[in-house]
Structure formats: structure tokens, C-alpha cells
């Protein structure tokens, strides 16, 4: 394929110049102008920006679209386009797409979301290695990647090698989740979807692996479920796992009793939010794209958010369409949802993400030029080549779509209609039957001016459930298609549109609106005239609070005569929450149950899958847990995810209650250390350097730490699977201490490194004892970490090391904890806490490690 040269921006903005204009155009949302700046404002490796604001962005997009509208019949124009995506109002090409499209700085992929794998159930050692490469590659061209891990053989499973038995599926999360960490993505987190068959032997091995806390920090983990284990369940009976999964002859099987594994699940989903559940067969059986699995479009793994199944080596490009801006009169009686207008956009929408497909083979093939110039010998390039050539080949054949929504809650709220009521969940299914037909009524109409995807059959189709609810809607739909075929294999999806949200200024994806008004604080000087404290810390810090309101709610504001300027006193904010439409319509307000019935009957026309999150309170029980699982099964969902409020501190293994939050307290250590204390393995690179940390633990808590550089002459060389072991206090000749490091090798036999006090810099283990001291006093994690970073060292390698420390620590911190001191990168807020290691800012969702 041809690729135009792109026209190199030469205009430079000052980031003051472009920020004050990105506020202009967002109406003074410093949020909404700080994400886009930082994320998808175009900018070269030294951080030179091109763009003002979104209208350049939509302009280079629509520049871009044209180009590849202007080979086909009946082409779009630029400004057309340009219309259809101006504002983030109609149609928003999201994350990779806004980012990449017309970019000539970034040799990057516009896919959102990937999944790979190997053929067959390979599950050798060069497969699994292979599998490591080719995530990593994927995550530094910015995308998101799943992979499953039910072709791994399990746990003690005979090997033909000098380990002589399998280590089982566990350490290779490790490996993958390691793996996921290191590599950057220009500020944001590589992300990474494990998934395993409840089938598999290892599977309750893998649903636990989380909990241990600092353990595969750096994926998404989901289970999944078939039919006859959700069947076992209910009816209290047997269910038998094997290897391979679901084999009429396994090698190895084990029967247990569903409801031991099942209630595991949803403990842990109910004290960390994870596993998912994805259920497997509705998956499977509703898949259009299964219906050539023998052809290579087998699914066999999700995207990090679960809204793509997707077969090896297959991708897709994700596009929003606001419905907010077809509902004209909002917030009044008169208001109605122009569904005419709403089909013709959603023809566009599929149009353009069309034409997205043919601009991604154009930048596969620069990755390919790409790497055919790279100075590496052949051999080193041949597994990142191959898997964008398979990507490309994917991409053309099967030109798959990813056409959702975004701003379901303020439609709802826009029209008067409770959302998660009766009435507000058949008006979602209609909007959602609507899109479905008019995409698929556009994908027949692109097949007759362009020509059907590679392998389209009819035949093969026929039964499809999905396929079948379309011909029941709408005959003449379906007959065309059967004449014509279809332009893309799979077109539809609902994902959770977190910063698009933020530019669209609505609720997220199907979600209803997680607040409508809430108080932020901004640090003053007490000093100044004009100032207002309404709060003072417990440093001393004064602060001001000031009221803000969900864009829609305050447009509802302003439609009924309110002062949007006014700082309401709570009570007045309860008094206006009750008389708006987003009264008990909020995430923690709207019946559990009834969203995932929701979700269930909106799944039926979505022919991809839905990201939605179930939010509990904090109180919630493991039973209602339980049933809501069920519940989504027995609704036809295709996955779930269930998050408790603050669950995600329950991460950390504690033998203590948490203590009252106001309350500094300290970690209650023995006055001696005990000779043998079980230890984490941390590998982490600081800049191009591999280190490596021991860090011996006590009920389940960092009591000392050593670090320094890994794997050279000097350093310590284990394996990457050997992540744990225990670390023995010893004696040496002359009577000093030493401390040793003992693993258990593949075989199970212990394996000894000696004195790791002298494997590392001299000037390193000085620090380490003062940093294993303030450990053992119980001084908090977060405060252990802000005094290391406060330290002032002379040399370039002692600061390496510090943050190497830092690094390893972090993995400590419990999630939740508020950080203190520092400001978002992205959006300057200060709501900063520590979520598995990184920083995450809570009000715009990015999320910094190291």
C-alpha cells in the first residue's frame, strides 16, 4: 500500500500558548484542557507542540479521512468530516486513532486494543518467550494487549527438560506482568489482560495470584467461566478441570466441587475487584467472527478492558458516538432523541472507522519499514516483524470495527428518564438496537461500493444468534447482506471512554454519571487578602473548598434558572440533587441488578462486548457479590466486573484490622530479627539498567531491603520465575553477619546465593541498613518513601540506586493512601493515591510508575 508522505507541522506553541487556548475552547475546564494537551495535542519527542487546540486535531483527523475517502465511491470531504468530529459533539475517534491519525512524529499503531497467542496449545518454553516479545513490542507502539493462559501445562506436570516438572501458570503472570511495567508509553501504563479457563487445573492457582500483594501488579486478570461450571454451581455439584482444557483424552484431570472455586472468585472479586469473569461460551456462541474460527478467528482472549474478544493476532481501532447531542431540548419537557439523526451519524461513524482501518495498514507498513532499517541482524528482528506482518494480515482480512458510545447517563438524565429505572433500560436497549442496524445496514452498504471482507460466507453466518436477531429486525437488512456481504467481520463495542469522556464533557461510555456535584480543594495562602480557608491539614496547610458540578447537571442548572455561580452549602446541593433527573441515578445509586439486566439485554445487540463496572459500597456482602455474577450469566452478559468502594485496600495481607484513618500508627515489628524471613523478588530497570531487590518480609510487610544492579560480573544472577524465597541471617568465620538469599529451583530443590550484603556497592549497603532501619521501627511505607526521596546524594549512581529503593517500595504502599505533596502531571490536581505502586490520579484517571 502507498503511503503519503505527511506535511510536517512547522508552527511551535509555547505550552502556555497552548494551554491558554485549550481552556478558551473547553469553557475554562482546566481538566479537560490539561488531558488534551497532554495526551493527544500533536507534539514531537522534545515535547514541541503543534496544536492549539482540538480544532487543529480535528482537522489533521479530518485531512486524514478524506485522503482515504477520495479512493472510494461517493467520498466524505474534509470538511464534512471535519463536521461530523468538531467539538467532540457527534463522533470521536478515541485514544490511539485521536493520538496517531496524521501524526508524523510517532511511528505508532492507531489500534486501541490487541490480543495474541501462539497456534495451537504450544505451551514450550520459546512459545511462552515468544509471547513476552511480542506484548512487549505491541505496548511500546501504545497499545493495550491481552493473551490467555490455558495452553500452559499445569503446575508439576512432567517436562522434558533438566526441570524435569512444569512450574505451572502463576510464574509466567509474573513474567508477563514484569514485563508490562517496564516498558513506556509516554507517560501512561502499558496495559495487559490475562485471562485462564476455569477448565484449567492451575485455575485457582491463577484467581489467588493477585492477592499476594506486590504479585502481578501490572495486568488485569479474568476467569474464563463455561456453561456447565455456572450449571455446576447452581445445582452444588462436581466439575472436573483438565489438561489441555476441555480434552477428550487429557493428560492430567482433577474433579472439585464448582462452589470451593466459585466462592473463591467472588471472595476475591469482592476484597480486590479481581478476577473479572468473563463468560466464555455466550462469548463463543454469540461471536460473529467464531463463525470462522477454522480460518484463524478463533477467540481466545479479551483487550485489557474486556470490551474486544478477539482472536491472535487480531486488532481494533475504537470510535465514540456522543449521545448527549441527539437529544435536543435537554433538561425540559419537550426533550426528545432525534434517532433519524442518530442513524445517519452512526452510518458515518462506520464509515470512517473503515476508513481508520486502511490509515492502520499504512502505519503497519511504516513499523515494517521501520524495522526492515533497523541496525539489528535479521534473527533479532524476526518476532517483531512477523507479528505486525500477522497484525497487518488481520487488519485486511477481517477489517474489524469498534463502534461504541459514550455518554449514556447525561442521554438519559438529557430526556427525564431515571437511569436504571424500567423505562431508562428500554430506551437503552432501543438506542442500542438502532446503532447496531443502522452500523450493520452501513457495513452492507461500504461491502456493495467496496467490496465484502476477504472471506465473507453467509452460509456460515446463517445460525449465528446475533446474525438471527438482525434478520428478525429488519428482513431487507439482512437479505442485502446476504447479496452484498458485509464490509468488516465484527463492528460494535461499549468501552469505557475514560479521558474522551473528560473532552465530550459527559458521563463515561454506558455508565451513569459517577457525581454530579462535588467539593475539590486548591492550597491557599492564608495571608492573602482575598482568601478563604475552610480547611486546615494536619501540616498546616490551608485550603479553600469549592464546589464542582457535572457538566450536564450544571447545564440542567441553568435550563431550570439556577446560579451556577453561587457555592452552595451542602444541604442546598442535596435539596438541588433531589429535584434533578440525576437524583438516585448515580453509580453508587442505581440498582445493582438492574444494571446488570441492562447490560444483558443491551449485549444482544452489541456484537463485541460491553466494559461496565458494577459499584458496590463499601458494606456490600460477598453474597450480593454471588448473585450479581449470576445474575449477569443468566442475562446473557458476556463479562462482569464487580468493584466494592475501597476494596482495593484489602489487596495487602494483614494480619491486623485497618486502623482509624486519623490515627498515625506504626507497624508492630519483633525487637529481633527472626533468622529466616520469607522474601519478594523486585526487577525493575532504572533507565536502561536491570536492578534487582531482596526484600525480606514480616507478616506480610517490608522489614529490609537490599538492591542494586542485577545480572552483571558482580551482581546477582537468578532466574526472572524465581520471584520468592527467604532470606537467612548467617554467621561468617570471622564472626560477622552475612545474609542469604535461598529459592527453590524448578526441580523444588533450594537454591543458596550467599552474602548479599556483599554482592552490591559497599556505599549502597550503608544505605540499605539505614532504610532497613526506619523499616523496622514501622515507620509507614509512604513516609519511607517521600524521606528517601528527600535525601540529597552526591553521585549519579547513588541516586540510581535511590530510586531504585523508591522503585521496589512502592509496591508497598496500601492502595488508597493519599500522596501528599505532589500534583497530577496531567491535569495538576492534587487527589493523588497510590494504586498498586503508581501514582493514579483520581479526578483524571492517569497514572504515572516509578
Known sequence: MKVDTLITPTTIYTQEEAFKAALNYFKNDDLAARVWLNKYALKDSQGHIYELTPDAMHTRIAKEIARVESKYQNPLSEQEVFDLIKDFKYIVPQGSPMAGIGNPFQIASLSNCFVIGNSGDSDSYGGIMKIDQEQVQLMKRRGGVGHDLSHIRPKSSPVKNSALTSTGIVPFMERYSNSTREVAQDGRRGALMLSVSINHPDAEDFIDAKLEQGKVTGANVSVRIDDDFMKAVKSNSQYTQKYPIFSEAPKFSKTIEANGIWKKIVHNA?????????????????????????????????????????????????????????VEQPFTKEATFNFELFKKHVAFAQRIMDDIIDLELEKIDVILKK???????????????????????????????????TAEGDMLAGLGIQYGSKKGNEFSVEVHKTLALAAYRASVDLARE???????????????????????????LYYDMTEFGRRNIALLTIAPTGTTSLMTQTSSGIEPVFMPVYKR??????????????????????????VVFHHRFKQWMEVNGYDTSKNYPQKDLDVLIKKSPYYKATSNDVDWMSKVSMQGAVQKWVDHSISVTINLPNDATEDLVGKLYMEAWEAGCKGVTVYRDGSRSGVLISNEEKKDEDQETLTTFPTKRPQVLEADVVRFQNNKEKWIAFIGLINGKPYEIFTGLADDE????????????????????????????????????????????HKFD?????????????????????????????????????????????????????DGTQVKGQVCSSCKSENLI??????????????KCG
Open 762 to 814: 559497599p556505599e549502597y549497603w550503608n544505605y540499605a541498613k539505614l532504610i532497613s532501619s526506619t523499616l523496622r521501627h514501622g515507620m509507614p511505607i509512604d513516609k519511607i518513601v517521600d524521606l528517601i526521596n528527600s535525601l540529597q546524594l552526591d553521585t549519579e549512581s547513588i541516586n540510581t540506586w535511590k530510586n531504585g529503593v523508591v522503585r521496589a517500595l512502592k509496591r508497598y504502599v496500601e
Open 714 to 757: 558482580d551482581g546477582i544472577m537468578i532466574p526472572r520465575w524465581a520471584n520468592e524465597g527467604v532470606i537467612i541471617k548467617n554467621r561468617n568465620e570471622d564472626g560477622s553477619s552475612r545474609y542469604d538469599f535461598q529459592y527453590k529451583n524448578i526441580r523444588g530443590y533450594k537454591t543458596t546465593i550467599e552474602g548479599l550484603s
Open 521 to 546: 480543594r486548591r492550597k491557599v495562602n492564608p495571608n492573602d487578602k482575598d482568601a478563604r480557608v475552610d480547611f486546615v491539614d494536619e501540616v498546616g496547610d490551608s485550603w479553600e473548598e469549592y
Open 371 to 405: 524495522i526492515d532499517a533497523d541496525p539489528e541482524v535479521d534473527e533479532v528482528k524476526a518476532t517483531e516483524r512477523n507479528l505486525w506482518v500477522n497484525i497487518r494480515t488481520k487488519a485486511k482480512e477481517g477489517r474489524r470495527t469498534g463502534v461504541g458510545i
Open 450 to 476: 467496496r467490496g465484502a471482507f476477504a472471506f465473507f460466507d453467509v452460509e456460515r453466518e446463517k445460525n449465528n444468534p446475533f446474525i438471527q436477531r438482525l434478520k428478525a429486525a429488519d428482513e431487507k
Open 270 to 326: 469482592w476484597k480486590s475487584a479481581e478476577p473479572g469473569i468473563l463468560f466464555w461460551d455466550t462469548i463463543i456462541n454469540e461471536s460473529v467472527p467464531d463463525c470462522y474460527a477454522d480460518l484463524g478467528y478463533k477467540t481466545v482472549s479479551t483487550n485489557p478492558c474486556g470490551e474486544i474478544p478477539l482472536c491472535p493476532y487480531d486488532s481494533c481501532r475504537l470510535l465514540a458516538i456522543n449521545l448527549f447531542s441527539y
Open 834 to 847: 497510590y494504586q498498586e505502586g503508581c501514582l493514579t490520579c483520581k479526578d483524571c484517571g492517569s497514572s
